[in-house]
């Protein structure tokens, strides 16, 4: 199973990008992600931004993954 991730973008460098979610800052590409800003959320895959999503998206997707991990005993 393949899980992608959301994060925000903090900073854009070329084709890398600074990501962070609750704390954890990871470096990034960014190449299929045009017109990339800070404050845009991405999906992160291997290190790989693959989609763009709006807040709310990003939101529902974490409140999901925590309760899933939150019911694993």
Same mark, same amino acid.
Do not use: S, W
């Given at each position: 199973?393949?899980?992608?991730?959301?994060?925000?973008?903090?900073?854009?460098?070329?084709?890398?990008?600074?990501?962070?979610?609750?704390?954890?800052?990871?470096? %990034?590409? %960014?190449?299929?992600?045009?017109?990339?800003?800070?404050?845009?959320?991405?999906?992160?895959?291997?290190?790989?931004?693959?989609?763009?999503?709006?807040?709310?998206?990003?939101?529902?997707?974490?409140?999901?993954?925590?309760?899933?991990?939150?019911?694993?005993?």
């Amino acid at each position: 199973m393949c899980l992608a991730i959301p994060m925000q973008v903090i900073e854009v460098d070329g084709g890398m990008a600074r990501v962070e979610q609750e704390g954890v800052t990871r470096k %990034v590409r %960014v190449d299929f992600i045009p017109d990339l800003q800070p404050g845009d959320y991405v999906l992160i895959h291997a290190g790989i931004a693959i989609e763009r999503v709006n807040a709310e998206e990003a939101a529902e997707t974490l409140r999901l993954i925590k309760e899933i991990v939150d019911a694993i005993p």
